[in-house]
Nanobody
């Protein structure tokens, strides 16, 4: 059974930092492309950042470039999202996604990030 478990969310002031983690089990983690998405109330789910299976290639939404960094540790079956210079508009539920080809696509339950003073 595949499980993706996010952690590290919380309440932070504007300009602050958080580090999200996504722990994976039940799948060959190093073979999967991994991504972070987010969904704010009343808005569509959007891609925040993605990282290739081997970790060499990354991509970011324009809104987070230069502030967020995605990484992964295949030995620990874990993906991370370092979020710096947080803004109120970053407030959302952040979800972990694992994808292999077109057939295998898994989601975590999400972790809430709230940026507010």
């Amino acid at each position: 059974q595949v499980q993706l478990v996010e952690s590290g969310g919380g309440l932070v002031q504007p300009g602050g930092s958080l580090r999200l983690s996504c722990g994976a089990s039940g799948l060959p983690f190093s073979s999967y492309a991994m991504s972070w998405y987010r969904q704010a109330p009343g808005k569509a789910r959007e891609l925040v950042a993605g990282i290739a299976s081997a970790g060499g290639r990354t991509n970011y939404a324009d809104s987070v470039k230069g502030r967020f960094t995605i990484s992964r540790d295949n030995a620990k079956n874990t993906m991370y999202l370092q979020m710096n210079s947080l803004k109120p508009e970053d407030t959302a539920v952040y979800l972990c996604n694992a994808r292999w080809g077109l057939l295998y696509d898994y989601w975590g339950q999400g972790t809430q990030v709230t940026v507010s003073s």
